[in-house]
């Protein structure tokens, strides 16, 4: 059985569509326990499959038994090991707490919502366990779509943006495509190792370095890395919460994923850090994007365009922390693929959540509510501590390692920009918290405010947020774990 | 010496954040109160059972989690840990006591909110106290600045608010702007962050770098008030008085020179600070401190207000000791963070029970009070004294030895600080005494039948008092726990 968990992770999910379609048609209520039955299979194999990874170094499987370069091979190490749990623990939290949003928002298309749903963590799951690159481009079209879908079936303005979103989706996955196909034709392989091979011979090629700067730029188009990232607020804005609490957390950072893996094993650390150098621009790059991420936040007054905003902030210390290129950057942007995925989550939860009681996210709605949600508001401050960077929350930690990378690597604007965005959240979040706690109306030594009755979300919304919450300080404290015993073998051997 | 595992430490941080949820949960307010001191007392006696051992030359130690290869999450409890915890937590027991009076006094809002984070920044500045390197301390220090934030802003007014986001700007800003990348780099110089006697960046830093880290650790714990960010120390003052009391003149404040101590005889150690000459940095800026903030307060009409700036400077007469380099004057700096605090608290307990009984909270206001408020204003004078650092109060003691620490190191100028701070100390505070005893009966506003506050909250202030004096005549376990700890910073 184990050795089938990596093609278990995907089949799950995609037999789960199917399922949830027809669900659909005979009786809507069925669609939720079915995705969440897929998804918990999903999360057992992930779990299953990290410690195989952990004992035996690796996992590989051959599609229908073909051998690579012709068949596809799914093959997990430490690093896509990490992402695939974090991808089937956000989905399915996220899964519990949508529930009230879709039937709000969507009454009379359940049944396709929680289908794209599926299709969209399919997708996800075979970006990630993926070992040939073309069958990357496959799914994350299948993600893409579904997602794209997912954001368009809101109301009001949600088609537009979704429809935007599309548009320059595409053209940051046609540009992947692009990519891959010029390395096929100078290598005549689709297999991640195999291009691997034999592309030392002509790195120095103009195809070589075309295929991974066209390969770059799409990716930085679908992760929203600044200033490719305009796409990303307007969507994020008018996706619904149910949509958005799967989609925020994860797309992102499963194309950090992809940038990672595309460098460190199609192309390899001798080709991307040391033959070929954009690292520093890349890093110039993301250091802009840090501080423009964290000032555009500052003027935003809806929550949904602020956390936007704040994640593009967060793209930017998982690119510049990767294209340090020195150990602890990588362990750092690694660390925080998984803390930023959680971190999101709460976010988005807490902000559902809100929205869903106070009927909208603008920040005026927003009055009071540390007495009359007091748990949302909970999860919200561990969250927000998180983003902040605050320990023993897992932001703090995974900080740490970017800081560390860039004093390591001397690169002290990178480090200068960390600090600046950290205290640039702190506005941001206690701004919130002040509308949340103040009552500028109330006199001195009040003598007993009439207190006002609690009005707390709905149960299964606050609790996957509680539960969220709890996770973020158990992962900061279990950082050593994770480092040690597995983002260290993610990082490749020879960096100091 | 002998290292203990225990969990004693780990304990003592814990004990009051489990309150926390059977605070909220109370059924009635006098449960509330009654499990508050259950912690309180709890708290106390599990730093008290160390306490021996520790008088011995032994040191508690437990690591909770291993986050970070060289800085794991732990604890080690060594002589000046513990004396401040026990500070923190026997005055803890006190404040319940007074906040108690106080609240109900007032009949404030939001009461349980305010026991659950004040048992918070307790768990947190127990943390500090017992934190084992520099990791560890910097989690409880941004514990304890996110607990008094809701503590400081009880009041959830427009003020509140201004003072909530000044009390954030400093507090927060410089400990992520400054205390943070100075935590780094001291990581990446060395690969730990361990306390060690000798001084973890002995020998593996140059003298610029040293001085810059200096400067960014001094400031960076923006919870010692040095001078120029200390301004956040009087808008604390909107605070409750229980508050501005435990917090703003014993945890908080407290925290900050702890842990400027500890980054200065662990992180730094003497012989790196004297070899670069750096001391001389640390008298300045501690001098400047305390000469600047005895002045402004000679100018302060609002109570609160004139005690914040008293604290601001004697907080630097920690920092000035530990900068003298020398055995007796870390023994007067270590010292003085127990004597000032039983003096402040006195001080702050005064100022609300003079809200409570009367409504005033200013020292125009206070003339004859002393008539209506004896026993409130004898404690008040007996604080002033250990504050202006006169016998038969245990401040004496504390200044005595910064000075002769200060004739060890050969510091001539820091002795004509010493001595010009007392002088001002007396200057503002003898007046607000002789002004509330001696005023013509005919003139008292306050009419010349005694009137104190509730009960609750004379006791306590009562208590410190006396503590105060006693202090001086029988200052252990403090004396001997100082001069564990300088013997051990400097390795004599």
């Not at chain 2, 104190?452 to 029988?474: D, G, N």
Request: glycine share 10%; charged share 10%; aromatic share 12%.
């Amino acid at each position: 059985m184990t050795r089938q968990l990596p093609a278990l992770i995907i089949i799950a999910p995609l037999i789960g569509t199917f399922c949830i379609s027809i669900a659909g048609w005979i009786n809507k209520r069925y669609c939720l326990p079915i995705l969440i039955a897929a998804l918990g299979i999903s999360l057992y194999a992930s779990i299953g499959l990290l410690g195989l990874v952990i004992q035996e170094h690796g996992v590989v499987y051959r599609l229908g038994g073909w051998d690579p370069p012709w068949g596809i091979l799914y093959q997990v190490d430490y690093l896509n090991g990490l992402v695939l749990i974090v991808i089937a623990v956000v989905a399915l939290i996220n899964a519990v707490a949508c529930r009230k949003h879709v039937l709000e928002e969507y009454p009379d298309r359940v049944g396709p919502f929680f289908t794209l749903y599926s299709l969209f963590v399919t997708g996800l799951f075979g970006i990630v366990v993926t070992a040939d690159a073309f069958n990357l481009y496959v799914l994350l079209e299948i993600a893409s779509l579904s997602g794209y879908a997912m954001i368009g079936m809101g109301n009001g303005r949600a088609p537009l943006a979704g429809l935007n979103y599309l548009f320059m989706g595409t053209i940051g996955a046609s540009f992947y495509l692009l990519g891959v196909g010029y390395l096929y034709l100078v290598t005549g392989s689709l297999n991640m190792a195999d291009i691997a091979l034999i592309l030392p011979d002509i790195y120095e090629s103009r195809v070589a370095m075309t295929a991974f700067v066209i390969c770059m730029a799409g990716l930085f188009l679908k992760m929203a890395l600044f200033p490719l990232h305009s796409w990303m607020p307007n969507a994020y804005t008018h996706g619904s919460f149910a949509a958005l609490g799967v989609i925020a957390p994860l797309t992102t950072k499963v194309m950090i994923y992809v940038m990672i893996r595309i460098s460190l094993t199609v192309f390899t650390p001798s080709f991307v850090f040391d033959r070929f150098r954009i690292d520093e621009a890349i890093v110039w790059l993301a250091i802009i994007a840090i501080v423009a991420g964290s000032l555009l936040a500052l003027s935003q007054s809806r929550l949904k365009k602020m956390l936007a905003y704040v994640i593009v902030a967060e793209i930017g210390y998982m690119v510049g922390g990767f294209w340090l290129g020195n150990r602890q950057g990588i362990t750092g942007a690694v660390l925080h693929i998984v803390n930023d995925a959680m971190m999101t989550l709460c976010v988005f939860l807490a902000a559902g959540a809100i929205a869903y009681r106070q009927k909208g996210d603008d920040f005026e709605k927003m009055e009071g509510l540390f007495i009359t949600m007091p748990f949302t508001m909970s999860g919200f401050v561990v969250a927000a501590l998180s983003v902040i960077g605050v320990p023993p929350t897992c932001g703090f930690f995974s900080k740490w390692y970017l800081i560390s990378g860039g004093i390591a690597a001397g690169q002290y604007a990178f480090v200068g920009a960390l600090l600046l965005s950290s205290l640039v959240h702190v506005v941001l979040f206690f701004r919130i918290f002040e509308i949340a706690y103040y009552r500028p109306e109330a006199g001195h030594h009040g003598g007993g405010h009439s207190s006002s009755v609690i009005n707390e979300a709905p149960l299964d919304m606050v609790i996957p947020l509680l539960v969220g919450a709890g996770l973020l300080v158990v992962l900061g404290l279990n950082t050593g774990f994770l480092v040690d015993r597995v983002i260290r073998f993610a990082v490749p051997a020879q960096l100091i | 010496m002998e290292t203990i595992v225990s969990i004693k430490p780990f304990l003592a941080v814990l004990v009051s954040i489990a309150a926390v949820p059977v605070l909220l949960s109370s059924r009635s307010a006098n449960i509330r109160e009654g499990w508050t001191f259950v912690a309180a007392a709890a708290k106390f006696a599990i730093v008290a059972s160390m306490l021996p051992s520790v008088l011995d030359g032994a040191e508690f130690v437990y690591t909770v989690a291993e986050v970070i290869p060289g800085a794991a999450l732990g604890f080690r409890v060594d002589a000046m840990g513990i004396l401040f915890a026990l500070v923190s937590s026997f005055l803890w027991i006190v404040t319940s006591a007074y906040s108690i009076g106080y609240m109900r006094g007032l009949n404030e809002h939001s009461q349980t909110r305010y026991y659950c984070y004040f048992a918070l920044s307790l768990s947190a500045a127990v943390g500090v106290a017992f934190a084992a390197n520099l990791l560890t301390l910097y989690l409880f220090y941004e514990m304890l600045s996110f607990a008094t934030y809701p503590l400081v802003t009880h009041h959830q007014d427009r003020e509140a608010q201004s003072s909530g986001r000044k009390y954030l700007l400093y507090i927060v800003g410089t400990s992520i702007g400054l205390l943070l990348p100075a935590m780094l780099i001291c990581y990446d110089l060395t690969g730990t962050l361990e306390f060690s006697n000798r001084g973890l960046l002995a020998g593996k830093v140059s003298k610029e770098l040293a001085g810059l880290l200096l400067l960014m650790f001094l400031f960076g714990f923006a919870k010692a008030a040095v001078m120029p960010l200390h301004a956040w120390l009087p808008a604390a003052m909107v605070a409750p008085t229980p508050v501005s009391a435990l917090l703003h003149a014993v945890a908080v404040v407290k925290v900050g020179v702890f842990s400027i101590v500890r980054i200065f005889t662990g992180i730094f150690g003497m012989e790196t600070l004297s070899s670069f000459d750096l001391g001389s940095y640390v008298l300045f800026f501690a001098s400047a401190t305390i000469l600047l903030g005895s002045f402004i307060a000679l100018s302060q009409d609002g109570l609160k207000r004139l005690l914040a700036f008293s604290t601001i400077a004697q907080l630097s007469y920690v920092i000035l000791g530990v900068g003298l380099l020398s055995t007796k004057g870390m023994i007067g700096g270590v010292i003085h963070i127990a004597m000032h605090a039983f003096g402040k608290i006195t001080l702050f307990f005064c100022a609300g029970a003079i809200f409570i009984a009367t409504g005033k909270k200013n020292i125009s206001e206070m003339a004859g009070i002393g008539r209506r408020m004896p026993i409130t204003m004898t404690a008040f004078f007996i604080a002033a004294l250990s504050i202006i650092g006169m016998p038969p109060c245990g401040g004496f003691l504390s200044k005595w030895y910064l000075v002769l620490g200060a004739v060890e190191a050969h510091r001539s100028p820091v002795l004509l600080v010493l001595l010009f701070s007392s002088l001002l100390n007396a200057a503002y505070f003898m007046p607000i005494v002789y002004r509330a005893f001696f005023c013509r009966p005919e003139a008292n506003p306050f009419g010349n039948e005694i009137r104190e506050a509730p009960v609750f909250c004379v006791v306590p202030l009562v208590i410190t008092a006396i503590i105060s004096v006693i202090l001086l005549f029988y200052p252990q376990p403090f004396f001997r726990l100082a001069s564990l700890a300088a013997a051990q910073m400097t390795g004599m």
